[in-house]
T-cell receptor
Framework: EDKVVQSPLSLVVHEGDTVTLNCSYE??????LLWYKQEKKAPTFLFML????IEKKSGRLSSILDKKELSSILNITATQTGDSAIYLC?????????FGEGTQLTVNP | EAQVTQNPRYLITVTGKKLTVTCSQN?????MSWYRQDPGLGLRQIYY???????DKGDVPEGYKVSRKEKRNFPLILESPSPNQTSLYFC???????????????????FGPGTRLTVL
C-alpha cells in the first residue's frame, strides 16, 4: 500500500522566517510527487517533481525531490502571513494520487 | 471559466437517509476522483474514474458508490450515511496524460470547492 508521510504536522513561525516542510513516500510504482497549498478551500497546485535533484522554484517557494531518500522538501523563504495554510504532498503511481496528512503552517506577524 | 462544481456545498443529514453529492466539470477531462479530508488523515481517495463507465475503488470506498454515465459528471452516492462519514469532500478532475507521469498532466488536476457533510 502506497504511503506518504509529512512532517512536521504543524509549524508556527514569525514573518520573515524560512521554513522547510518534509515529505517522504513509500510507493511501488512512483511516477511523480506533487505539492499543493490549501487555504480555507480546495487545494491549489504548487509543484510537480519527477526528477531527482532538480529544484522547482516559484517566487519564495522551492521544492526538490530526492529519489534515493524517497523524499521531498518544500522551502518557503521570507514567510508572510499569507503563506499560512495546509501544505499537502502527494505521490502518483498511475491513475491515483495518495496524499500525506499535510503540514499546517501558521505565520504570525 | 474552467471549473469543477460540487453541490451541495454544505449538508447536514441524519443516519440512513440516502444522499447524493454531485460533481461536474466543464473541461472535458477524462479522469475524475472523489476525496474525503479529515483532520490528521489528509486527503484520502474514495473512488476514481478514468473515463465514462470506468470506475475503481480508491483507499476508502466503503459506504460510497459512484457512477460515470457522462464524461462531465461524477456523482458520489451515500446509500445509508453514518456519522463516520462526516467529513469534507472534494471532487477533482484532470485530463489524461502520459502514462509515465513525466508530463505536466497532473498540474491540470482541478479541485472542486468542497462539500462539508455532517451526518447526525
Amino acid at each position: 500500500e502506497d504511503k506518504v508521510v509529512q512532517s512536521p504536522l504543524s509549524l508556527v513561525v514569525h514573518e520573515g522566517d524560512t521554513v522547510t516542510l518534509n515529505c517522504s513516500y513509500e510507493v511501488t510504482n512512483f511516477r511523480s510527487l506533487l505539492w499543493y497549498k490549501q487555504e480555507k478551500k480546495a487545494p491549489t497546485f504548487l509543484f510537480m517533481l519527477t526528477s531527482s535533484g532538480i529544484e522547482k522554484k516559484s517566487g519564495r517557494l522551492s521544492s526538490i525531490l530526492d529519489k534515493k531518500e524517497l523524499s521531498s522538501i518544500l522551502n518557503i523563504t521570507a514567510t508572510q502571513t499569507g503563506d499560512s495554510a495546509i501544505y499537502l504532498c502527494a505521490e502518483t503511481s498511475g491513475s491515483r494520487l495518495t496524499f500525506g496528512e499535510g503540514t499546517q503552517l501558521t505565520v504570525n506577524p | 471559466e474552467a471549473q469543477v462544481t460540487q453541490n451541495p456545498r454544505y449538508l447536514i443529514t441524519v443516519t440512513g437517509k440516502k444522499l447524493t453529492v454531485t460533481c461536474s466539470q466543464n473541461m472535458n477531462h477524462e479522469y475524475m476522483s472523489w476525496y474525503r479530508q479529515d483532520p490528521g488523515l489528509g486527503l484520502r481517495q474514495i473512488y476514481y474514474s478514468m473515463n465514462v463507465e470506468v470506475t475503481d475503488k480508491g483507499d476508502v470506498p466503503e459506504g460510497y458508490k459512484v457512477s460515470r454515465k457522462e464524461k462531465r459528471n461524477f456523482p458520489l452516492i451515500l446509500e445509508s450515511p453514518s456519522p463516520n462519514q462526516t467529513s469534507l469532500y472534494f471532487c477533482a478532475s484532470r485530463r489524461r496524460g502520459s502514462e509515465t507521469g513525466a508530463t505536466s498532466s497532473y498540474n491540470e488536476q482541478f479541485f472542486g470547492p468542497g462539500t462539508r457533510l455532517t451526518v447526525l
